[in-house]
């Protein structure tokens, strides 16, 4: 057998566990296939919507598009400069072809890995409570002494 086909063997036996698990109800399966990416790097190479077809039952339209605003959020702030010349050539992101190797790239610091949970937990209805800025405790209080605190309520 070829190395190419015992690779594709490989992440289509990873896959398939990991369907497995998610279906048993088994809350592992992210941090499971984590630990099988560390030992065999072959596994690298499953597309993401694929992971989260499996795991969450997503759709294909689903899951890319949950690939596509993990990347808007972590993609770099673009600022108003003249395109060199390496700006023009780089081609757009494609969410159909994101790896589990861009997803836990550790240069982002864990950052896309939680941007393309956040997107699928806010898809299945996770709602972010706003922030409240009268929420200040004493040890989050940075005021000076001598301001007063009657305007902070008291809990």
Same mark, same amino acid.
Request: charged share 25%; glycine share 8%; net charge positive.
């Given at each position: 057998m070829?190395?190419?086909?015992?690779?594709a063997r490989?992440?289509? !036996?990873c896959l398939a566990?990991? /369907?497995?698990?998610?279906? +048993?109800?088994d *809350?592992?399966? #992210?941090? %499971?296939l984590i630990?099988?990416a560390?030992?065999d790097?072959r596994l690298?190479?499953i597309?993401?919507?694929?992971?989260?077809?499996?795991?969450?039952?997503?759709?294909?339209?689903?899951?890319?598009r949950?690939?596509?605003?993990a990347?808007?959020?972590?993609?770099?702030?673009?600022?108003k400069r003249? !395109?060199?010349r390496t700006?023009r /050539?780089?081609?757009?992101? +494609?969410?159909? *072809?994101?790896? #589990?190797? %861009?997803?836990?790239d550790?240069?982002?610091?864990?950052?896309r890995w939680?941007?393309?949970?956040?997107?699928?937990?806010?898809?299945?209805?996770?709602?972010?409570?706003?922030?409240d800025?009268?929420?200040?405790?004493?040890?989050?209080?940075?005021r000076?002494q001598?301001t007063p605190g009657?305007?902070?309520p008291a809990?």
């Open positions: 070829s190395p190419v086909a015992d690779a490989a992440r289509a !036996a566990e990991l /369907r497995r698990k998610a279906d +048993r109800g *809350t592992d399966c #992210l941090p %499971w630990g099988q560390a030992r790097r690298l190479a597309h993401v919507w694929m992971v989260d077809q499996a795991v969450f039952g997503a759709t294909r339209f689903t899951a890319r949950h690939v596509a605003q990347d808007a959020w972590c993609r770099p702030i673009k600022t003249r !395109a060199t700006d /050539r780089q081609h757009p992101f +494609r969410p159909a *072809t994101a790896t #589990l190797r %861009w997803l836990l550790g240069r982002t610091g864990g950052a939680a941007a393309w949970l956040l997107a699928i937990g806010l898809d299945m209805g996770f709602r972010l409570d706003p922030p800025p009268y929420s200040h405790d004493q040890t989050g209080d940075d000076t001598d009657a305007d902070i809990r």
